[in-house]
């Protein structure tokens, strides 16, 4: 047995930062643009045409409005809707005696035959407002409403472009109240109730759970580019990693919602507190049943067993059988050096039969994780470890999330900040730099 005075370490790790967490999404828009084109109407008419409409006794007139595709734009929270319009209008009048026609109807008219068809510009504004609550509000209202091209009737001497005019208005101004309605009956609750899912469990297979802990919530301004909307959507947070689902249970309390600009970036500092008997259940899981050959002896790992101390040392026990059988002690106190990335013991102390069979397996084991320096200080190589590992962890950002919505991003950097090994608990402090976004194909 080899014994070595440990290193004296602090019983507590500092507190960390805030993470900041805040997710670009985009919104496929087409679905979306199809969907204001069926509510935006393509024709408006004179009530009963083709046949007129006749207001007096001796006027009469009809008229049909044809409007374009809808151009849509949005910064800001604002959107823009433009579409542009062609109008034929005709009216005609008489004499009227007694409250009836005594003479023929002289007719005008604009746009008809071989005439071409009058233009009118139109454009509507809305502004999104995303309330506290979490609701959606949108003001919709007609900021240009122009006939290009007037309709003046000389026969009878009136300009009848405002009678096409106000009905364009009517109906346009049915279109602003009937979207904003739309949009404030949006419902987010499915949404809301899947993101405090996340946030109050979500499972991270063998490595236990993660809870969020937020502590405030934002979302950026709504802009169009590139055939979608786009918005971010961020939190400031504590989040933590556990073992056990039964400590993560408390149902998650959403802040009120603030409106900030946009941001895209992970910056996310975990406290993971993982007991002995977790851990060694993930490393026997991974080790169990490992065959290795040292110097013509078979040596199989049948467990793996951790425990701390009072002194932040801890205790790592192998049982093994094979050619030999028994069980390797390794002893020592984790320090971490975190500018390499590698995990020092300095004070390590092992225990077994053969001294020689223990630094032969152990530099088996861990295949050149842990080695032998010339001062006596074994290490474990963490970057490594870290990397071989970021294959898995790109792949849960990849993925489908429900139906139309897609998460795209990878982890950039995963670093090792703080270790303290306790009587019971191994605490492990962690951040994670990555970049991840939201898609949306389609409806909701």
């Known amino acids: 047995m080899l014994q070595t005075s440990g290193p004296q370490q602090a019983d507590t790790l500092p507190a960390l930062p805030v993470s900041e967490i805040d997710i670009p999404i985009h919104i496929y828009a087409p679905p979306l643009f199809a969907k204001a084109e069926l509510m935006a109407p393509k024709e408006i008419t004179s009530d009963g045409w083709p046949d007129y409409v006749q207001p007096s006794c001796d006027f009469r007139y009809k008229y049909r409005f044809l409007r374009s595709g809808l151009s849509i734009s949005c910064t800001d929270d604002n959107i823009a809707v433009q579409f542009t319009g062609n109008y034929q209008v005709t009216g005609g009048k008489t004499i009227c005696s007694m409250n009836t026609p005594v003479s023929p109807w002289i007719s005008g008219s604009c746009g008809f035959g071989k005439e071409s068809m009058r233009k009118v510009n139109v454009r509507i504004n809305s502004h999104f ?24 009737v000389s026969i009878f001497s009136r300009n009848i472009t405002e009678l096409v005019v106000d009905s364009i208005r009517s109906s346009t101004a049915f279109f602003c109240s009937a979207l904003d309605q739309t949009i404030a009956a949006l419902n987010f609750s499915s949404l809301l109730n899947e993101s405090k899912n996340v946030m109050e469990q979500s499972s991270l297979g063998k490595y236990g759970f993660l809870r969020i802990h937020p502590e405030s919530i934002r979302i950026g301004q709504l802009n169009y580019a590139n055939d979608s909307f786009r918005i971010s959507v961020g939190l400031s947070a504590h989040p933590e990693l556990s073992p056990d689902s039964l400590r993560v249970r408390n ?15 992970i910056s996310l500092y975990l406290n993971a507190t993982y007991d002995y008997a977790f851990i060694s259940k993930i490393i026997s899981d991974t080790l169990r049943n490992k065959v290795f050959d040292i110097k013509g002896r078979t040596i199989v790992v049948k467990d793996v067993q951790l425990k701390g101390s009072k002194d932040h040392e801890v205790e790592i026990r192998i049982d093994f059988a094979g050619s030999n059988e028994g069980s390797i002690y390794i002893k020592g106190t984790p320090v971490l050096d975190t500018a390499k990335q590698i995990l020092i013991v300095p004070d390590v102390s092992y225990s077994l039969e053969s001294k020689d069979l223990v630094l032969n397996m152990a530099e088996s084991l861990f295949r050149n994780k842990i080695r032998k320096s010339l001062q006596g200080n074994s290490y474990l190589d963490l970057g490594a ?23 795209s991003g990878k982890a950039t950097s995963i670093r090792l900040i703080g270790i ?3 009587p019971k608990q191994l605490q492990i402090q962690l951040h994670v730099a990555a970049e991840l976004a939201i898609l949306s194909t389609g409806l909701f």
């Not at 149902?251 to 970036?265: C, G, T, V």
């Not at 470890?385 to 998460?407: G, H, Q």
């Open 129 to 152: 407002v995303f309330l506290p609550s979490y609701q959606l509000r949108s003001s919709s209202s007609i900021t240009q409403l122009q006939a290009v091209d007037q309709c003046e």
């Open 251 to 265: 149902a998650a309390i959403f802040p009120k919602l603030d409106q900030k600009e946009n941001r895209s970036r």
């Open 420 to 422: 303290m090994a306790g």
């Open 385 to 407: 470890l870290v990397k071989a590992k970021l294959p898995e962890l790109n792949a849960r950002l990849n993925k489908e999330l429900t139906k139309n919505v897609f998460s």
